[in-house]
């Protein structure tokens, strides 16, 4: 319980930092919960992973979304993130359950899909695995494909309600590899939600206990459309000014 509250402690401190540092515009694909109602989530993938500055996304959430975060939430993190000195202790704070994860499918991917049996648990994941760079590719210089980790999640998961985030981009606050910030820029930030039942039952009509690659794979085409159809250039990219927010005419804005 003490480890909960200092999460939550940090997680609010968070929030008000990105609140008072940034301007944040929000805008849902579908239906909105009431504000400050938002439902008990089992998923959260925020996709268009592009900085390590997405804490800010903070600034755009409840409170008792918050707190869900310090008391039942899960989140995967890349082993080599958390080995970092400083960054690594940071990203030890910002859940409830912080699991190292490897590139491999083994015992530390394991231990996230055990937490999905706790009936309040709620999983935020990046479903991408890896960072877009400046130039729209990863490191690597490949494309950012969403990997299949998420499927599991989906195919193991009970009945309950997914958050789709999908990240606008944050080049323009801090691109990997950069240094400290740009302060007073707008973080704009898409959400969708979906009923996991349905959704799952959808995407394995049509397949048997033996087909469950081609599951994941219809999950990666999935969710790499609705990516594709809701997050716009990263700001500052080559594709179109810092200003340009396509498709949101009116877009929810908290400053």
């Not at 996709?47 to 707190?67: C, D, I, K, Y």
């Not at 008391?71 to 409830?96: E, K, M, Y």
């Not at 996991?196 to 049509?206: H, N, S, V």
């Not at 000014?241 to 929810?252: D, F, K, L, T, V």
Request: glycine share 8%; with cysteine; net charge positive.
């Amino acid at each position: 319980m003490l480890r909960n509250l200092l999460v939550f402690c940090v997680l609010l401190s968070i929030r008000a930092y990105a609140r008072l540092f940034y301007r944040h515009e929000q805008e849902w694909v579908n239906e909105e919960p009431l504000d400050d109602r938002w439902p008990p989530y089992r998923i959260v993938a925020i996709l268009n992973h592009t900085s390590l500055f997405e804490f800010l996304l903070a600034g755009q959430v409840p409170t008792r979304f918050l707190w869900r975060m310090a008391s039942h939430c899960t989140v995967p993190i890349a082993d080599i993130t958390i080995q970092r000195p400083v960054i690594g202790l940071f990203w030890r704070l910002v859940a409830a359950n912080v699991v190292p994860i490897s590139r491999e499918r083994d015992r530390t991917w394991e231990e996230v899909l055990a937490s999905v049996d706790d009936p309040e648990a709620m999983i935020i994941i990046l479903p991408e695995g890896r960072m877009k760079r400046r130039g729209g590719l990863d490191k690597h210089g490949k494309p950012l494909t969403v990997r299949g980790g998420i499927a599991d999640l989906i195919r193991v998961s009970p009945e309950g309600k997914m958050l789709l985030a999908y990240n606008q981009g944050l080049h323009h606050i801090q691109a990997p590899g950069e240094g400290r910030p740009r302060f007073f820029q707008p973080v704009r930030l898409r959400l969708e939600q979906i009923d996991i039942g349905p959704y799952r039952a959808r995407l394995l009509e049509g397949l048997d206990s033996d087909q469950m690659s081609r599951f994941r794979k219809r999950v990666v085409a999935d969710l790499t459309a609705r990516r594709d159809r809701y997050c716009t250039s990263d700001h500052g990219g080559t594709d179109g000014p810092e200003s340009e927010w396509r498709g949101a005419e009116h877009p929810r804005a908290f400053y």
